[in-house]
Nanobody, 126 residues
Framework: VQLQASGGGLVQAGGSLRLSCAAS????????IGWFRQAPGKGREGVSCISSSGGPTSYADSVKGQFTISRDNAKNIVYLQMNSLKSEDTAVYYC????????????????????WGQGTQVTVSS
């Protein structure tokens, strides 16, 4: 079982990036997926999460209206579309997966997940 996060990079403020979280060894459409980020010197912050099988989504207040989480079940990938990027969005972004059912609110806690990707760096220049 592996998760692979990709799509990070260097972008100017106001630009966009789309992060991908690809899974091998299990089906993402039956899993609960979360995106987290960690900036230098800061703790891990929950950014967005999505319930299994296209269920409800949740976003941190800091990214509402700016980020969108979605699934492509055929490709076994979960995306995080990030628009209007700001310097404060600079961080390493991680995706995580949980295979057993849990309430949406629990997905905001990084301790709720079983598997983690390796992280992808997002740097927003001002």
């Amino acid at each position: 079982v592996q998760l692979q996060a990709s799509g990070g990079g260097l972008v100017q403020a106001g630009g966009s990036l789309r992060l991908s979280c690809a899974a091998s060894g299990f089906a993402l459409d039956r899993s609960f997926i979360g995106w987290f980020r960690q900036a230098p010197g800061k703790g891990r912050e929950g950014v967005s999460c999505i319930s299994s099988s296209g269920g409800p989504t949740s976003y941190a207040d800091s990214v509402k209206g700016q980020f969108t989480i979605s699934r492509d079940n055929a490709k076994n990938i979960v995306y995080l579309q990030m628009n209007s990027l700001k310097s404060e969005d600079t961080a390493v972004y991680y995706c995580a997966a949980r295979r057993s059912a849990v309430v949406l609110s629990a997905l905001r806690n990084f301790r709720s997940y079983d598997y983690w990707g390796q992280g992808t760096q997002v740097t927003v220049s001002s």
